[in-house]
C-alpha cells in the first residue's frame, strides 16, 4: 500500500476514494477518524488515500486529471 492523496478532511478523501473505484482501482482511506480527537484545530496529513503499489501510477494520473479539471458553471 502506497499514500496517493493527502486529503483536507474525510470527505474529500471519500471523493477521492470514489473517483478511483469507479475507474476500478481498489482505495482505502485512513486517518478518517481521527479527525474528531482534533475538534477545531486543522487536522493536517491525518487524513490519507491509499492504493495498491501496482496501481500508484494510474491513480495518479487519475488523481491529477480531477485536481486539473475545470468547474463549469450554469448561467
Known amino acids: 500500500?502506497?499514500?496517493?492523496?493527502?486529503?483536507?478532511?474525510?470527505?474529500?478523501?471519500?471523493?477521492?476514494?470514489?473517483?478511483?473505484?469507479?475507474?476500478?482501482?481498489?482505495?482505502?482511506i485512513q486517518g478518517e477518524y481521527l479527525q474528531g480527537g482534533m475538534g477545531e484545530l486543522p487536522a493536517a496529513d491525518l487524513v490519507t488515500v491509499s492504493v495498491d503499489d501496482e496501481n500508484f501510477t494510474e491513480a495518479k494520473k487519475i488523481i491529477v486529471e480531477w485536481e486539473a479539471a475545470t468547474v463549469i458553471e450554469e448561467e
Not at 3 to 28: G, P, T, V, W
Open 1 to 28: 500500500m502506497i499514500i496517493i492523496y493527502h486529503a483536507a478532511n474525510s470527505l474529500d478523501a471519500n471523493m477521492i476514494k470514489s473517483l478511483l473505484e469507479q475507474c476500478h482501482i481498489r482505495a482505502f
